[in-house]
């Protein structure tokens, strides 16, 4: 299936025929997730209607490691067997992960100052996603930094690898340095600690977040080959142009 | 888009089984950046061969033996050469901060060739460079380094396969004469050479020439 | 070992002919540790507990300050391209250029921790445990400046890019340094452990990873 994938055509047309499926889940799943969330699930008795932001801040967190693990994954396939697709795919993932995490750290600003009373507070989890925001800033200088564009596919590539086995380090050791958060809700032994009517848009959203993740990327991978293409067409005047693929 | 050629042609310079004698290049392209600047190039070298590389600015030349020196990738085709390889660039590398000698030295240790005082005054002398040859090189004239970098060459084992970038550029006309002279003498003993210039080169030993094209654009 | 060796001994002479650059180093290092009491205030009680964070801050600022050059004059020079070429293997060259680099300007920095140290009135007890934990640290910065130098070689704006990308990777060091320098129970403790495992993974990952970004890592002379 990966020789298959391969290909960047192959690629693109089957990654074409996902984005229809894909809008229409993300769209439904955002409307339902948002009115259960916003306006059916009952006020948390402690934080009120605070807990609210619960729908965004957990997915955009979800989708910032998610997007971290895809680099890796990336690099991974770029660094051994040099498919360019992977390049193209890390490229497209990178600015979105960037855009999640920075937003994982807005919303438990917002979170944060009703409830500890603080914008910023230095617990572990805050620290590690802060931590893993800067990563991502480094992917982002790193892959851009060259005068010629594809010399930096492959530092960056090392980079994100780098990172995958650095980022459980700096977990362990940010958790080792401190923690006040509260622990993990969603998914822990023994079931859920946080009820149904809450749990439904919670799930609702993330798979609303993960869909939309994958549009936006689609869409990226699509405009960064378009672009590639053109520059490719740009240089060679005389050849026959080929068809860019959309 | 990996296929098996890419595969093999990664591979060449780790592989001693292949039944090459001497260098052989197969269907090769490489790629810059998107520009295809080698396009199915093939040629074939036996020990004591002295091969000239031709052809106007950008055809390619100093990237055909960049990639042969395994400093750039294959896009396509296979390189497979069965002796050291040694390979002298546009840069000398050379450290400005110690001298000639230290260099040297240090050059020929990472190789496994040969270090002892002796060899590495053989060489030297080889380039007539005696005289500058403990001072630091950054002190050193442009032909100067130039002659401490082609010392090298004398280091490298009889059978190495020499590929030389515009190798006598910046040098006099004495100078000149004894690098024709080290370059004849060592396809005498079964050694080859590949260089690429734009000046007369071993005229005595009437090397093969090969042109490259110039890249239409 | 021939090639490994050759490669350290002729980067020691190098650093040896530009010693003045370790200097330099010394001084900053020196100067950043004195600006914290500067833009605290001279209260002891005030200063006493962050005296052992102040020398971490100041030795990995020195530290990965060095790293901005490390392959830069080596590919300028063309050694690199003589290095791929030989025995001795862009793994093992990044490995001497990191002994090299850690002798040549990690050591000095700290031999002079210990009177650093006292003027910053730590305890006499407590310099055996800070210097082992700096021993340990500095070695693993190294290894990570080595990874930075190697990813951002060639890239525009060098220096403030390797920043970007070192100064994460170094937070694990950062947290288990000081807590180990620290320590109440003594010179061998449970962070020092874990500093160690961090040095010791660094150690495995960064010749790879630099012999990876060095592979190809060009500069465009000629065609």
Redesign the interface.
């Known amino acids: 299936m990966f020789d298959y994938l391969a290909n960047p055509s192959r690629f693109m047309r089957t990654a074409n025929r996902l984005l229809l499926p894909l809008v229409v889940v993300s769209s439904i799943c955002a409307a339902i997730g948002l009115y259960l969330g916003l306006f059916v699930s009952p006020a948390d008795y402690q934080q009120g209607d605070t807990v609210r932001i619960i729908y965004i801040h957990v997915p955009a967190a979800w989708l910032a490691l998610f997007g971290y693990v895809g680099l890796g994954l990336c690099g991974l396939f770029y660094i051994v067997w040099r498919h360019p697709i992977a390049d193209i795919a890390a490229r497209a993932i990178a600015p979105v992960g960037t855009v999640f995490a920075f937003l994982t750290l807005v919303t438990g600003a917002l979170w944060g100052k009703p409830m500890w009373g603080a914008w910023w507070v230095w617990d572990a989890r805050l620290t590690s996603m802060l931590i893993l925001f800067f990563f991502y800033l480094g992917f982002l200088a790193l892959s851009n930094g060259f005068d010629q564009a594809e010399r930096g596919s492959r530092p960056a590539a090392l980079l994100a690898l780098v990172g995958m086995i650095n980022v459980p380090i700096v977990k362990f050791s940010v958790d080792w340095w401190n923690t006040l958060h509260q622990p993990a809700s969603l998914i822990r032994r023994g079931g859920p600690a946080i009820d149904s009517s809450m749990l439904m848009p919670l799930v609702l959203m993330l798979i609303a977040a993960h869909t939309y993740f994958a549009i936006i990327v689609i869409l990226r991978m699509r405009a960064l080959l378009a672009e590639r293409r053109a520059a490719a067409l740009m240089l060679r005047p005389n050849s026959k142009p080929f068809r860019v693929l959309t | 888009m990996m296929n098996e050629t890419q595969i093999n042609a990664r591979n060449t310079h780790a592989k001693k089984w292949s039944p090459v004698i001497g260098l052989r290049i197969r269907d090769l392209c490489v790629l810059r950046g998107m520009r295809l600047v080698i396009n199915g190039l093939s040629h074939q070298q036996q020990p004591g061969d002295i091969y000239c590389l031709t052809g106007p600015n950008g055809a390619g030349k100093s990237t055909l033996l960049r990639t042969i020196a395994n400093r750039l990738p294959v896009a396509r085709g296979q390189i497979s050469c069965a002796v050291p390889v040694v390979y002298i660039g546009h840069d000398d590398g050379l450290s400005g901060s110690i001298s000639g000698r230290q260099n040297l030295t240090g050059w020929a240790k990472i190789n496994g060739f040969a270090y002892q005082a002796a060899a590495i005054d053989q060489a030297l002398d080889s380039f007539a460079t005696n005289r500058f040859a403990d001072i630091s090189i950054q002190r050193l004239s442009r032909g100067q380094r130039r002659r401490l970098a082609l010392a090298r060459l004398k280091l490298a084992p009889a059978n190495s396969l020499w590929l030389l970038d515009e190798p006598n550029a910046s040098l006099d006309q004495a100078t000149n004469a004894l690098l024709d002279a080290a370059v004849i003498a060592h396809a005498d003993s079964g050694g080859m050479v590949l260089a690429a210039t734009h000046f007369d080169f071993a005229i005595a030993a009437s090397p093969q020439i090969i042109t490259l094209p110039e890249r239409p654009e | 070992m ?2 490994f ?3 350290i ?2 980067d020691l ?2 650093a040896w ?2 010693r003045q650059d370790f200097g330099v180093m010394l001084i900053f290092f020196v100067i950043i540790i004195v600006l914290f009491p500067l833009a605290i205030g001279s209260n002891t009680a005030i200063l006493d507990p962050l005296t052992v964070p102040f020398i971490w801050i100041a030795a990995l600022l020195s530290i990965l300050a060095g790293f901005e050059r490390l392959f830069a ?2 590919v ?4 690199l ?8 293997g862009l793994g093992w060259y990044a490995l001497a250029k990191a002994i090299s680099h850690w002798l040549s300007t990690a050591l000095p920095l700290l031999i002079m921790t210990p009177l650093m140290a006292v003027m910053l009135n730590i305890p006499s007890s407590q310099f055996s445990t800070l210097l082992v934990a700096l021993l340990v640290g500095s070695m693993g910065l190294t290894l990570l400046g080595v ?1 930075g130098a ?8 060098g220096a403030a ?1 390797m920043a ?2 070192i ?3 170094a ?2 060091i950062l ?2 340094g000081t ?1 180990a320098s620290q320590s109440e129970m003594g010179i061998i403790n449970p962070h020092l452990m ?1 500093l160690c495992a ?1 040095f010791v ?1 660094l150690l495995a ?1 960064a010749p790879l ?1 630099a012999a ?2 060095l592979e ?3 500069i ?4």
């Open positions: 021939t090639p060796f050759a490669q001994e002729r002479m190098i002919q530009n004059q080596d300028r020079d063309g050694w391209d003589q290095v791929s070429l030989s025995q001795l990874i190697a990813l951002a070689e060639g890239a525009r704006r890019l970007l990308l100064l994460p990777l937070v694990p947290i288990f807590l874990l961090v993974v990952i990873v990876s970004a190809t890592g060009e465009e002379s000629g065609l």
